[in-house]
Every structure is written in C-alpha cells, then in structure tokens.
C-alpha cells in the first residue's frame, strides 16, 4: 500500500494542482454583469442592487411578505440587526459556541455580552434544552446559527423566545437554501442574516443580506446600512429634483455595491443547481467513508439541508493521530481543508468573559475533531475521487 504522503508515499495529487477548499463557481453570466455595471459608471449601492434585493427576498419568500437588505457582509448584517432591536450595553444574548467569531464579535460590537449555550453533538447546533438555564433579566435576544445548513430546533427556540420575549437573530451563514420544515429559512425569526463571502453557498466574493416581515424592522436596518441617512444615494440621483438626505441617526457605512451585487443576481440563479451538486457529493461521500473511523450524524429527514459543509468526525479512540495530525497530512495529499470550528470560548478574545476548556464539552468534542472536505461544485469526478483516495488512504494507515 502507499504510505501517507506525510510518510513518505506519493501524494494522490500533484502540487500544481492542489484542490483549493471553497472553491466559488463563477461564469461568465456574472463575468458578463461586472462588466456591464462597471460600463454603466454606477459601481456604487444602485438599480442591481436593489435587483439583487428585489430578486432575493422573492426567492426566500415568493408570498412577498419578506423583506431583503443588501449589506456588506454577514457580520454586518448580524451587527446591524442588534443595533435594530436595540440591543446595548448591559444586555446579554445567548448563542452557540460552534460557530465562526463573527458570530459572537457582533455581540460584543453591539455592546451586549454574549452568553454561549452548548450544542447537540448530533446536529452540531445550539441544544434548545439548555437555553432557559441561560436567561435572566438581561437576556434581550437568541443567535441560533443553522451549522452547516441544517436547521436548528426553531419551534423549540421561538416558543422560548415568546416565553420570555426575547428576539431571535438567525445566523444563516452557511443555510440560504435550508428549509426548517416547510418554512424557508429566512421567514423565522425576527431576522435573519446570510452570507455571500467568497467560500459560501451563494458568493458575492463580500456580501451580506438581512430578512424580516417585520417593515418598521426592515426600514431601521435599511437606514443604519447606510449612515443614518433618510434616503439612500441612489433615490437622491434618480429623483427628478435634487434632494438633501439627512443622517435621522448614527448609522454605519454597510451598503453593498452594484459590483458586488452583479455577482449575486446570477450566483441565486444557479443555487438550486448548485445544490443539487453538492447533494450529489455529499452521497457519494457518505457511502466512500461509511466504514472509516469517523463518527457520523443521523440524517435530518424533516427539513432541507443546504450542504454547505462536508464535515468529518474523526473518531480519535480508533486512530492513532490528532486532528491537526490528520489537517496535515491531507495537506501533504494536496488537498485543501478547513475546520468549522474552534469554539468561539476558546479563541483569546473571549478569555476576558472568564470562559475556560471544559465548559462546552459537546462544542470541544466537535472542535477537536472535525474536518471540513472539499464540497464545491466546481468538483470534477477525479476530484472527488481524489478526496475519497487521499481521505481513506490517511485514515486506514493511522487506524489503531
Ligand atoms: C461566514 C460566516 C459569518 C460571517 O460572514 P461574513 O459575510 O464573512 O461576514 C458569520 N457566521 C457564520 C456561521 C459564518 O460561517
């Protein structure tokens, strides 16, 4: 058998062409639509802009009662959606500690404190049982984030949410095309944050977009997006007369461009398509690993996962290295990885909340051992082959 390349066997790819992870899919439809706006001389928040909103919150919710915000990024959006409900110094909001930083930095950005409660280790999202432990009279909100596209318990969390009147921020990073039952991820909670950064579902190479029903909510977010302003620089041009615009508060600077929106109006074509590719890898995936030591997670049945990441549990009792051991030695196979996450109480910037190593026991279990595997669309076969080759042949060679 080939040793590792790590050992010194031959690596299933060769270096020229390591498989870079998050690979976005970008063709010439929005190649074209760049081009196009950067020849129309209005390369800032305009008419695609308000396209990509138009086409977005349509596409969330065809009953058109939801409406979409363009902002920046998803860590804006999440930012922005505090500073709608008000939230402040004093305040505390609860999320899960498996999530990427951005997710906590917006509460403290907000001034709040962020209050981390344990995840499931079957679904790797927020555990619902334990949330009501967490609240007091602080408490003003909950930021479930929906891990890797499978949707969180949202009944369970919006029916504690009206207990206690609380408002609930969804982070749907990873779930723009993830369905919690019937309701489209999106149509939940007071409001719901997405993200188009350039490894996501859906990529805007930056880019962010903010859903609600709620129209006093989606006119205070829309105001802050853009310094507090009355109106927004585009109505100002297409207006027949000249109109001043007023900063009404201190908003932020967290508008989208119509460069970036070019990107999006033909990525959200393409999403059902892209999906159905990655459920594709994603099965044969499943099949290749079924007898590898890696700890698997029963299937979700009841609702639409949006397969935004492959993660592999090693199972570390059965092997004979680490995790970072395993990151490693893919690497030296040439293939690219990632790992979602180290819980956020772990990082140093979160030390100050007196968080330490055991408080999180089924979000550290998560983080010492996932893997993230390349899940593009962009995949070819041999790419894939390549994954399934590199990933059994480092995993049986290590097996205890
Ligand atoms: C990517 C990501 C974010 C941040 O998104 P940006 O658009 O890069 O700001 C927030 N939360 C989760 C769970 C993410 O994966």
């Known amino acids: 058998m080939n040793p590792p390349a790590i050992e010194g066997g031959t690596p299933v790819r060769r270096k020229e062409d390591f498989l870079v992870f998050g690979q976005p899919e970008i063709r010439e439809d929005e190649i074209n639509e760049v081009i196009d706006t950067l020849k129309s001389k209005w390369i800032g928040t305009g008419p695609k802009t308000l396209k990509f909103e138009e086409l977005f919150s349509k596409y969330i919710d065809p009953s058109g009662r939801t409406y979409a915000t363009a902002v920046s990024s998803c860590t804006a959006a999440l930012h922005l959606s505090l500073k709608a409900l008000d939230i402040e110094v004093g305040d505390e909001v609860l999320t899960t500690p498996l999530s990427f930083v951005a997710t906590a930095n917006a509460i403290v950005h907000s001034g709040a404190k962020p209050i981390f409660v344990d995840i499931d280790r079957e679904t790797f999202n927020i555990n619902p049982n334990l949330i009501e432990n967490n609240i007091n009279e602080s408490t003003k909100a909950i930021i479930p984030v929906h891990f890797a596209g499978r949707p969180c318990e949202m009944d369970k969390i919006m029916d504690i949410s009206s207990r206690y009147n609380l408002k609930v921020i969804e982070d749907a990073a990873h779930a723009i095309e993830s369905k919690y039952k019937s309701k489209k991820i999106g ?69 989208l461009t119509d460069l970036h929106s070019s990107l999006g109006i033909h990525q959200l074509s393409r999403i059902n398509e892209n999906l159905k590719k990655r459920e594709r890898i994603w099965k044969i995936y499943n099949s290749a690993f079924k007898d590898l030591p890696v700890i698997f997670s029963k299937e979700d049945l009841e609702n639409l996962h949006s397969r935004h990441l492959y993660k592999l549990i090693l199972n570390l009792d059965e092997l004979r290295i680490t995790r970072d051991q395993f990151l490693d030695a893919l690497h030296r196979e040439n293939i690219g990885c990632g790992v979602h996450y180290i819980p956020i109480h772990l990082h140093p910037a979160y030390q100050k909340y007196g968080y330490k190593t055991g408080d999180f026991p089924n979000a550290e279990f998560i983080g010492e051992r996932t893997v993230s595997i390349p899940l593009s669309p962009t995949l070819r076969d041999n790419d894939i082959n390549d994954v399934i080759n590199s990933v059994t042949k480092i995993l049986s060679y290590y097996r205890r």
Not at 218 to 242: C, E
Not at 245 to 255: I, S
């Open 187 to 255: 149509t939940i909670g007071d409001l719901t944050c997405f993200s188009f950064y350039a490894t996501k579902n859906l990529t805007t190479a930056e880019g962010g977009m903010i859903t609600t029903k709620n129209k006093t909510l989606a006119d205070k977010v829309r105001n802050l997006s853009l310094h507090g302003l009355s109106a927004d620089a585009w109505s100002r041009y297409s207006d027949l007369g000249y109109k001043h615009y007023l900063a009404t508060t201190h908003g932020f600077k967290y508008n």
